[in-house]
């Protein structure tokens, strides 16, 4: 309750001093939507020569894009520029200033800013959502619906965990930025098509060890009926809840494994 | 005289990079994981016939795999941050140091280019090719159409830098960079034929990209290294195409420069 009252005091103060900016701001937005619009452009282009891919047709293969962008705009509303705030924070020093107040740092990490960047990602995953359901006739009921959410909001927390642990490791090296622009940019992109196309080994990888398969191939398979699509074990797809709940109980601990590590330059 | 001012401006490039070897091992990791993707959305793409028709003829996995790999090849080279670099010079006022050089600032910009190109073949470019090598077979092209491959690469070299400098001249007008940046490459991944190549589009979007320059940059060069194109011919009306473009780019970015100039004030300094 204290935190949700913090909270309501730290946004409206990060939003003034992002909106002195004006015209930049909004710019960003339309910068971040233009990417989302060439991903589908492209999607597009292949699909409607080839109409399936494993089996995936054009408005699932947009779903499962769709998925991965609206998971991840979501969980870096909370942590993308946080984390990376971080990461300055302990090059500069300034850290400190985060272990000072009567906050938990997590929560205070957290709460200190504000991913704005990403709330047009998520006006545009939410509309091309609508749109693939449409084309691909699905009418949920409230029951799937509620259980479709919370699948949802497992693959949410997958996101969110990977950025903070790839966050994390700037208590241990210097550079990780590039680990998390690695892991986010670069092997979340293996999401953006049914992990269904790649060999064994890349499958077991990312269902087992780095668990990007639930933040849209398996929760999508509950929507989708996609008879014997769900690889390994069919019951996987119910699992994303608690993937993601542990993986981010992970994140957490890596996280304050990083705080016992960290001591200050001194300053 | 002037052969030495520009190696020493190129090699200057080079040295500062060699400080961010973590930003290297990024891209490259990138590219890996870029390939990687592609290669299996094609086999998924293909299944198991071996073989598919298309514009240019049927097209082999094999040709296919050799395109992925050769277009990453080229995107080593092509993805340059000339864009920000103008403007950040433009915006920080840092831009008045390159006017009192005794070169032109489009030299000074492409000498740091050049410079960038040099460390990434090493650093970059080997790797990749390694790696490429040891997971996918990749063809070789015929000495003939190697040499044409490389004397169109280099020059869709120069016309991707061309563009990028046209347009990174905007902020002397507008500082919008890494919008105008995200445009550019959006339009590169579609129209270049970088990721799907031009002869899988559908006829619309064929005649849209031959209104574009971005497909000399990728297609037409990776088409010559598969032997898709047969015929000087059309060797001679690509590298013309090629050339028309460049003086196109040249005589812009010249009249902007001129434009761009007088307006420019540098507080202090």
Request: aromatic fraction near 18%; glycine fraction near 6%; charge should be positive.
């Amino acid at each position: 309750m204290r935190y949700l009252k913090l909270y309501a005091r730290f946004i409206p103060i990060y939003f003034k001093s992002k909106t002195e900016h004006g015209f930049g701001f909004y710019m960003d937005f339309v910068g971040f939507a233009l990417t989302h619009i060439v991903s589908y452009t492209v999607i597009w282009a292949l699909m409607s020569r080839f109409q399936t891919i494993n089996g995936w047709n054009m408005y699932e293969v947009m779903l499962l894009y769709t998925l991965n962008m609206l998971t991840y705009a979501v969980a870096a509303v909370f942590f993308f520029f946080q984390m990376d705030a971080v990461e300055e924070d302990v090059h500069k020093g300034s850290f400190d200033s985060l272990l000072v107040k009567p906050i938990n740092p997590f929560i205070h990490m957290i709460i200190r800013s504000f991913g704005h960047f990403f709330l047009g990602d998520i006006v545009i995953a939410v509309i091309m959502l609508t749109f693939c359901f449409n084309r691909l006739d699905i009418h949920p009921g409230f029951g799937s619906l509620v259980s479709f959410v919370f699948m949802l909001l497992g693959a949410v927390l997958v996101q969110a965990s990977f950025i903070v642990i790839t966050g994390s490791m700037c208590f241990w090296i210097v550079r990780a930025r590039s680990v998390m622009n690695i892991v986010i940019f670069g092997i979340r992109g293996f999401a953006d098509y049914p992990i269904s196309i790649y060999s064994k080994f890349l499958r077991v990888i990312l269902t087992f060890i780095i668990p990007y398969g639930f933040v849209n191939f398996y929760p999508s398979h509950l929507i989708l009926n996609k008879e014997g699509g769900a690889l390994f074990a069919s019951w996987l797809p119910y699992a994303t809840p608690i993937i993601g709940l542990l993986l981010f109980f992970i994140a957490y601990r890596v996280w304050s494994a990083g705080l016992n590590r960290y001591q200050g330059t001194g300053s | 005289m002037r052969v030495a001012l520009y190696r020493e401006m190129t090699l200057n490039a080079f040295r500062s990079l060699l400080a961010f070897r973590a930003e290297v091992l990024l891209f490259l990791f990138g590219q890996l994981f870029r390939i990687f993707v592609q290669v299996y959305i094609w086999y998924a793409l293909f299944g198991d016939s071996g073989q598919l028709a298309s514009k240019a003829g049927s097209v082999t996995i094999q040709e296919m795999i050799t395109y992925v790999v050769i277009s990453s090849v080229i995107s080593v080279f092509a993805t340059n941050d000339v864009i920000f670099r103008v403007s950040s010079k433009v915006s920080s006022g840092e831009i008045a140091m390159d006017l009192i050089k005794p070169m032109s600032f489009r030299s000074v910009i492409f000498c740091q280019a050049f410079g960038t190109n040099l460390y990434r073949m090493l650093f970059e470019l080997i790797p990749l090719i390694i790696v490429s090598l040891l997971f996918f077979h990749v063809q070789l092209p015929s000495p003939a159409n190697g040499l044409a491959f490389l004397v169109l690469v280099i020059n869709g070299l120069i016309l991707n830098f061309l563009i990028t400098y046209t347009i990174g001249l905007i902020a002397f007008w507008y500082i919008l960079v890494w919008q105008v940046n995200t445009v550019l490459n959006g339009l590169i991944r579609l129209f270049s034929g970088a990721f799907i190549p031009i002869w899988f589009f559908s006829d619309s979007l064929v005649k849209f990209s031959y209104f574009l320059p971005f497909r000399l940059i990728y297609y037409e060069p990776i088409s010559v290294y598969l032997g898709k194109v047969t015929g000087w011919q059309e060797l001679l009306a690509i590298f013309i195409q090629q050339l028309a473009w460049m003086a196109g780019f040249l005589l812009l970015q010249k009249w902007m420069w001129s434009r761009a100039v007088t307006r420019l004030v540098v507080q202090g300094g």
